[in-house]
């Protein structure tokens, strides 16, 4: 099984809710990824969590919560979002003790606050 | 993080080998050059990756200029299914050597 499995696929929310993005990996792979993508920009690296502690912030604005509560499980708590947070949400995983190996992505969820 | 350029987009033909260049003038010694590739709503998927030695796997090639400042990602029969943006990365083997950090890429356009 080489997937990354988001849910759910699309995400419509007001910018008064709470939600949740979930990612899930059956790989065994220590390291787990959060990426935004904006419309025709390339990925850009959110959170990193590697043995299910948080080891990279890329300064995020604190409405977005990651959380890792094992090793398969990667969920990103939305509250208070803007309309500008929309975007495609991508969940990615890889080895850590492998030099160099490669990181697997999910296909994502597209994200809309209203 | 070492940087790269690559040209914004490139044509193809159905069938005809493209070559994808990436430049990296600034890469250190130990980092690694990976390439992944993202299609229309999907998320970016695994290429190829190498050191300093030309590399080949059923999706790809990758050479290597000998200085490592450039690297060419070949895909020797284009299909309309490689048609994606192309993206060369640098990865560093040190601390933080999970990092993946994309760049602008090359949209590849494939034609019948």
């Known amino acids: 099984d080489t997937e990354v499995t988001q849910t759910p696929k699309h995400l419509v929310m007001g910018m008064t809710n709470k939600k949740s993005l979930k990612c899930e990996q059956h790989?065994?792979?220590?390291?787990m990824y959060w990426y935004k993508q904006k419309a025709k920009k390339p990925p850009e690296l959110m959170f990193v969590y590697s043995y299910e502690k948080l080891s990279i912030n890329e300064s995020v604005p604190s409405r977005f919560s990651p959380e890792c509560p094992n090793s398969s499980l990667l969920n990103l708590h939305l509250h208070a979002l803007q309309p500008e947070d929309s975007a495609l949400y991508l969940c990615?995983?890889?080895?850590?003790?492998?030099?160099?190996?490669?990181?697997?992505f999910g296909q994502g969820t597209r994200l809309t606050v209203v | 993080d070492a940087k790269t350029t690559q040209p914004n987009s490139m044509e193809s033909n159905e069938e005809e080998p493209v070559h994808l260049p990436c430049n990296h003038s600034t890469i250190s010694g130990t980092d690694y050059i990976h390439w992944y590739r993202q299609l229309p709503s999907q998320g970016p998927e695994y290429v190829i990756h190498g050191l300093t030695s030309n590399v080949n796997n059923r999706m790809a090639s990758l050479a290597i200029a000998e200085d490592r400042k450039s690297s060419t990602l070949i895909l020797h029969r284009a299909t309309l299914r490689d048609a994606a943006v192309y993206y060369c990365?640098?990865?560093?083997?040190?601390?933080?050597?999970?990092?993946?950090?994309f760049g602008k890429g090359t949209l590849l356009t494939v034609n019948p």
């Open positions: 990365i640098l990865k560093g083997s040190g601390g933080s050597n999970y990092k993946l950090t």
């Open positions: 790989m065994g792979h220590r390291a």
């Open positions: 990615a995983s890889s080895h850590l003790r492998t030099t160099n190996t490669e990181a697997f």
